[in-house]
C-alpha cells in the first residue's frame, strides 16, 4: 500500500539558516506528492504541490522536486523565518481509483530569532 | 469566499456515547473528506463523500459514519466512544477527480473522550 516516510524531528533553527526536510514515499502507480503546513491549534494548509516527475512545486520561498528515481519529495528553503515555526507533513495521492490523501508523521520545525 | 468549516470547535465526551460533528466545504466544492489526527501524528484517512454516497472508506470501525447533504455539506458521526477515539477531526474539501486533484482543510474539531 501507499506510505509516507519523513525524517524524525523535531528540528530547531536559527533564524535565516537553510531547511531541509526529508520525505520518501511508497506508492502503486504514479501519485501526486504534497507539503502540508499545519501551524499551531490550526488545520492543515497546502504548501505546495507537484503532480510528475522532475517536477518543482514552490510556495512562499519553500521548493520540493518530485524525484521518481529516488521516490523523494524534499522540502527545502534557502532562509527560514520565526514564523515558518510549524508542523510540516509531506502527503501523496495515488489517483485511480484512491482518493484519499496518505501522510507522513508530520516534522516539527521550530525557527529561533 | 468562505474556506472549509467544521463545527464544533471542541468537544468533550464520555466513552459510550455518540458524537455528531459537521462539515461545510469551501465555496464550489462537492466532495468531502474526514481525517483523524491523533496527537503527534499525521491524519488518517476515514472515509470520502461525493454525491451523497461514501465513495471510499480507510481502515476505521462502522462505528464511524457519515453522510453528505445535496448542499454538500457533510456529517461525521462515532457510536459508542472509546478513549481511544480523542484525537483532531478535520475535513477537507475538493473539486473533481484525480489524483492531482487539491484538497483544502478545515480548522477541525478538537474531541475528547473521557
Known amino acids: 500500500g501507499d506510505s509516507v516516510t519523513q525524517m524524525e524531528g523535531p528540528v530547531t533553527l536559527s533564524e535565516e539558516a537553510f531547511l531541509t526536510i526529508n520525505c520518501t514515499y511508497t506508492a502503486t502507480g504514479y501519485p501526486s506528492l504534497f507539503w502540508y503546513v499545519q501551524y499551531p491549534g490550526e488545520g492543515l494548509q497546502l504548501l505546495l504541490k507537484a503532480t510528475k516527475a522532475d517536477d518543482k512545486g514552490s510556495n512562499k520561498g519553500f521548493e520540493a522536486t518530485y524525484r521518481k528515481e529516488t521516490t523523494s519529495f524534499h522540502l527545502e528553503k534557502g532562509s527560514v523565518q520565526v514564523s515558518d515555526s510549524a508542523v510540516y507533513f509531506c502527503a501523496l495521492n495515488s489517483g485511480g481509483s484512491n482518493y484519499k490523501l496518505t501522510f507522513g508523521k508530520g516534522t516539527l520545525l521550530t525557527v529561533n530569532p | 469566499d468562505a474556506g472549509v468549516t467544521q463545527s464544533p470547535t471542541h468537544l468533550i465526551k464520555t466513552r459510550g456515547q455518540q458524537v455528531t460533528l459537521r462539515c461545510s466545504p469551501k465555496s464550489g466544492h462537492d466532495t468531502v473528506s474526514w481525517y483523524q489526527q491523533a496527537l503527534g501524528q499525521g491524519p488518517q484517512f476515514i472515509f470520502q463523500?461525493?454525491?451523497?454516497?461514501?465513495?471510499q472508506r480507510g481502515n476505521f470501525p462502522d462505528r464511524f459514519s457519515g453522510h453528505q447533504f445535496p448542499n454538500y455539506s457533510s456529517e461525521l458521526n462515532v457510536n459508542a466512544l472509546l478513549l481511544g477515539d480523542s484525537a483532531l477531526y478535520l475535513c477537507?474539501?475538493?473539486f473533481g477527480q484525480g489524483r492531482s486533484y487539491e484538497q483544502y482543510f478545515g480548522p477541525g474539531t478538537r474531541l475528547t473522550v473521557t
Open positions: 463523500y461525493y454525491e451523497e454516497e461514501e465513495r
Open positions: 477537507a474539501s475538493s
